[in-house]
């Protein structure tokens, strides 16, 4: 078996903040995404990579960066944080695109 | 508008009932899986179910793909089982798409 990883699990930040959270998986799997989850609005997908220096963006990727610059790891950056905003950010891996997705813990944010 | 639609929003079961939770699509797919999410917890794979009817323990997933519909069937439920259900469907083009999830509470 094998683990994802997401760092940090609780993220506060000021409105206008540029905050990155990160995802490590050990599953040696090719594909990560990262989905944000909001209340009553299911998971959305907002970028993923199919391998190591790849990126794909989602649906809800404006407003996000993202980084792999290593198999095992996939990075995301909310590039300016808005006021009140509540979410919780998976990280998720799979050996493709069209297998089984699992998922890290997730990071819960809160932008004050 | 919403590709995935899932039934019920919520629902609330006597320990030992039934439970039938479906997912109806308005778009091709390739896949279809789903998962389990604990209340503040990260979510599980249930099934990945492209098609036909798969079993696990007291799970049973069934997927058809022309009724673009997929449906997770709970028996004997728990007080364990509660928590938020939610569908994916894999269409072409990379893209993986979630629904609102069903959330079920079971008590004791």
């Known amino acids: 078996g094998g683990i994802i990883t997401q760092t940090p699990k609780f993220l506060i930040g000021q409105e206008g903040q540029k905050l990155t959270l990160k995802c490590q998986q050990n599953?040696?799997?090719?594909?990560m995404y990262w989905y944000r989850q909001d209340s009553g609005k299911g998971l959305r997908l907002i970028y993923y990579s199919i391998t190591e220096n790849d990126l794909q963006k989602g649906d809800l990727s404006e407003g996000y960066d993202a980084s792999r610059e290593k198999k095992s790891s996939f990075s995301l950056t909310v590039t300016s944080a808005q006021k009140n905003e509540m979410a919780v950010f998976l990280c998720a891996s799979s050996i493709n695109i069209q297998d089984t997705q699992y998922f890290g813990p997730g990071t819960r944010l809160l932008v004050l | 508008g919403q590709q995935v639609q899932q039934s019920p929003a919520s629902l609330v079961l006597q320990e030992g009932e039934n439970a039938e939770l479906q997912c109806n699509f308005s778009t091709s797919l390739n896949s279809m899986q789903w998962f389990y999410q604990r209340p503040g917890g990260s979510l599980v794979s249930l099934f990945y179910?492209?098609?036909g009817t798969k079993h696990s323990g007291r799970l049973t997933s069934t997927t058809v793909i022309k009724e673009r519909r997929s449906s997770l069937h709970i028996s004997s439920s728990q007080t364990t089982d509660s928590g938020t259900y939610l569908c994916?469907?894999?269409?072409?083009?990379?893209?993986?798409?979630f629904g609102t999830g069903t959330r079920l509470q079971v008590l004791p």
């Open positions: 599953f040696n799997h090719d594909t």
């Open positions: 179910n492209p098609s």
């Open positions: 994916a469907l894999e269409r072409g083009g990379n893209k993986v798409v």
